[in-house]
């Protein structure tokens, strides 16, 4: 079967607090996404991890991607208010085919 | 702006009653779009993958005489709910791709019936 699991699947933390959130997959596919949604909001993407040893880097959030693991972390620094809301990883279905099979969601809230 | 255009965001209907959901791609021809189902608090169900010009396909458990799905155009692809059932209340998101690209998610459309 394949899977897709993220832990932790909630987070609290305080501001200014640094953490990472794991992405264990069971597929082959060498493409990960990653995404967040804000409750009663559609997703929006924050990161493609396209290849082994990938990292990418946006404001307080740095994505990294280990293939031959099949992990990927989502890594918070200095976490702020601003940045609660549930995140998902996804993996394509089987390499090629652009179908995403998501993670379980790793629900974060940062206190203030 | 938005890439993918969802409608409508929020439905009301009674038992018995057939929906249809609209997902539009604004700025780029789709030829795959897809349907994904979320229940409150959980992560996102993929549906069907729809094709334009071709019938959908169906992932395992989900009924595609209750769930149908058009892909008229390069640009729009419809989901109806038939006969739809308190049971069928969820939120409903639809994603566009184009190649080489991520998805573009739609807002979603929260179903509720009574």
Same mark, same amino acid.
């Given at each position: $079967?394949?899977?897709? $699991?993220?832990?932790?699947? &909630?987070?609290?933390?305080?501001?200014?607090?640094?953490?990472?959130?794991?992405?264990?997959? %069971?597929?082959? %596919?060498?493409?990960?996404?990653?995404?967040?949604?804000?409750?009663?909001? %559609? =997703?929006?993407?924050? &990161?493609?991890?396209?290849?082994?040893?990938?990292?990418?880097? $946006?404001?307080? =959030?740095?994505?990294?991607?280990?293939?031959?693991?099949? =992990?990927?972390?989502?890594?918070?620094?200095?976490?702020?208010?601003?940045?609660?809301?549930?995140? &998902?990883?996804?993996?394509?279905?089987? %390499?090629?085919?652009?179908?995403?099979? &998501?993670?379980?969601?790793?629900?974060?809230?940062?206190?203030? | 702006?938005?890439?993918?255009?969802?409608?409508?965001?929020?439905?009301?209907?009674?038992?018995?009653?057939?929906?249809?959901?609209?997902?539009? *791609?604004?700025?780029?021809?789709?030829?795959?779009?897809?349907?994904?189902?979320?229940?409150?608090?959980? *992560?996102?169900? /993929?549906?069907?993958?729809?094709?334009?010009?071709?019938?959908?396909?169906?992932?395992?458990?989900?009924?595609?005489?209750?769930?149908?799905?058009?892909?008229?155009?390069?640009? /729009? *692809?419809?989901?109806?709910?038939?006969?739809?059932?308190?049971?069928?209340?969820?939120?409903?998101?639809?994603?566009?791709?184009?190649?080489?690209?991520?998805?573009?998610?739609?807002?979603?459309?929260? /179903?509720?019936?009574?």
């Amino acid at each position: $079967e394949l899977k897709v $699991e993220q832990n932790p699947l &909630f987070l609290s933390m305080q501001e200014g607090k640094n953490y990472t959130i794991y992405c264990n997959y %069971s597929t082959t %596919s060498d493409r990960l996404y990653w995404y967040r949604q804000d409750p009663g909001k %559609s =997703l929006e993407s924050l &990161f493609v991890l396209l290849s082994n040893g990938a990292v990418k880097q $946006e404001g307080r =959030l740095m994505a990294s991607l280990d293939t031959k693991a099949r =992990l990927s972390t989502l890594h918070i620094t200095a976490a702020v208010h601003d940045l609660s809301a549930t995140y &998902f990883c996804a993996v394509d279905k089987a %390499s090629g085919t652009y179908k995403y099979i &998501f993670g379980t969601g790793t629900r974060l809230k940062v206190l203030a | 702006g938005a890439v993918v255009s969802q409608h409508p965001s929020w439905v009301i209907c009674k038992s018995g009653t057939s929906v249809k959901i609209e997902c539009r *791609s604004l700025d780029f021809q789709a030829t795959t779009m897809f349907w994904y189902r979320q229940f409150p608090k959980k *992560s996102l169900m /993929l549906m069907a993958t729809s094709n334009e010009g071709s019938k959908a396909t169906y992932e395992q458990g989900v009924e595609k005489d209750k769930f149908l799905i058009n892909h008229a155009s390069l640009t /729009l *692809s419809t989901l109806t709910v038939t006969s739809a059932h308190p049971e069928d209340s969820s939120f409903y998101i639809c994603s566009a791709y184009h190649r080489l690209q991520p998805q573009h998610f739609g807002d979603g459309t929260r /179903l509720s019936i009574l």
